[in-house]
């Protein structure tokens, strides 16, 4: 045994008022608390107050996601100028909410990054704001936009991200295009990436290999699959203002995996 | 000699209107030419239209420049929960202008990662709103701000980060702060990282490690050092609106290092 050591490490950086259901741990042993999703919204809606608007927060949840993202598709190896033939394809589901438009985002982002991706996103007659707004830019990548399932490809994609749900409408799911579009998810046997999926009482409709959450997690179901946790660029002191003692988990990255504690 | 080869790979992707004096390659040998001032200027408005704000660009050059930094300041090895008690220290030169708001959205990624971030911002009656509302943001962190050259540290930093040059008002280099902050960068003997420098005639009043530009590069002098190139989620039809036919340098990288060809 070593007797010459440092500082101890003190593993238990963050504290949260009520400890929700779940804790996790990053590689290093850093322990995230989960919270609830009301805290979640108090968080973010703090951080907003200060000018870290749902603008900035799209943009950076989607260069972040498509990261991500870019490296589940392979990263270096896949993504070189003698590869340019074999552009991966990505299948983005997105609702007409906020988790729909940070879908649409990250969709940008990674068609930029010569990656072929085909939006589903359903007809409405009249769209959020941040929805428009982020279509508006993902359009003119030249990436693809679809409103029926029947234009979605009837063979495997490379990936499949899920941005149907909501964290407060639990009525979407009842929706003839959720359960199209949940149907078609599961049927193209494509794993699934979920973005800020929500606590889900009955279960998710798809199965996510990899979830990402926002700045703490959730408590997530079992079929969140793995998972990752996504810096959103929130500083301290606004944490402290909703009564979460901080220090970042994330080292000298954006995105990091979780496991349970 | 292998025959069975796929298709040649362009190199030349990006072909722009006006081909400035500078040509850079990537890597893996994509030709990536540099661009007038006039005409970037021009490819950052059209993209605004299209609702890639100001606000939206901040946060985003904000996250890759810190990422660049991070990895600059030692990466993984330093960002350990080990070394908490060995935080870097990174001296952060703004002037009043956009290109100092970029520098403060840096710090702020830069500060919640657990850099000590010390932010020189000279003291004026009224700033720019960009650089307001990236200040009231980084003020949450806990990071230091200091408006006198007194006030920053006598010792080496780890790294510093000039945002002290605007594109357009050359005269700021005659201001008595301006002629004070760069006098001590140039004693510090930290190595610098300059964000998006302009074209300098005159010369850098700084002398550059390492240089970051965004979006495409402008043709910059021996002393912004070496060139990196930074993503900041433009789509590829805005490049053309501009007259610029582009197609992304970047594989799955947001910042990459660029060579004179």
Redesign the interface.
């Known amino acids: 045994e070593n007797i010459l050591e ?2 101890p ?3 238990r ?1 963050i504290v949260v008022p009520q400890p929700g259901p779940k804790e996790y741990c990053t590689d ?3 322990v995230v608390p989960s919270i609830s999703y009301e805290l979640h919204k108090r968080l973010l809606s703090a951080a907003e107050r ?4 749902l ?2 927060r ?3 949840t ?3 996601a498509s ?1 991500m993202t ?2 589940l ?4 190896n ?5 590869n ?2 074999q552009r991966p394809t990505v299948a983005l589901l997105c609702g007409p909410h906020v988790q729909g438009a940070q879908g649409i985002s990250c969709g ?2 990674l ?4 990656v072929e991706v085909i939006l589903f996103l359903p007809n409405f007659v009249k769209l959020l704001d941040s929805v428009t ?1 982020e279509l ?3 359009i ?3 990436g693809k936009q679809v409103s029926s399932i029947k234009d979605l490809p009837d063979t495997p994609v490379d990936l499949i991200i899920n941005c149907l749900d909501c964290h407060e409408n639990t009525f979407l799911m009842d929706q003839p295009w959720y359960r199209a579009a949940a149907e078609w998810a599961n049927q193209n046997r494509a794993p699934v990436l979920s973005l800020d999926p929500p606590v889900s009482g009955q279960g998710h409709a798809v199965e996510a290999k990899w979830s990402l959450s926002l700045c703490l997690p959730l408590p997530l179901a079992e079929g969140a699959g793995r998972v990752y946790l996504c ?1 959103i ?6 944490f402290q203002e909703v009564g979460i003692k901080y ?2 988990p ?5 995105v990091i995996p979780l496991h349970s504690a």
Not at 111 to 114: F, G, Q, R
């Open positions: 440092g500082k490490v003190v593993y950086q290093s042993g850093l200060y000018g870290l608007t603008e900035r799209l943009e950076m989607g260069v972040c990261q870019l490296t598709l392979g990263g270096p896949r993504f070189t100028p003698k340019l033939h940008r982002h068609a930029n990054h010569e707004s508006t830019l993902f003119k990548t030249g810096d660029g929130i500083p301290r002191q606004v220090h970042s994330f080292g000298c990255k954006f």
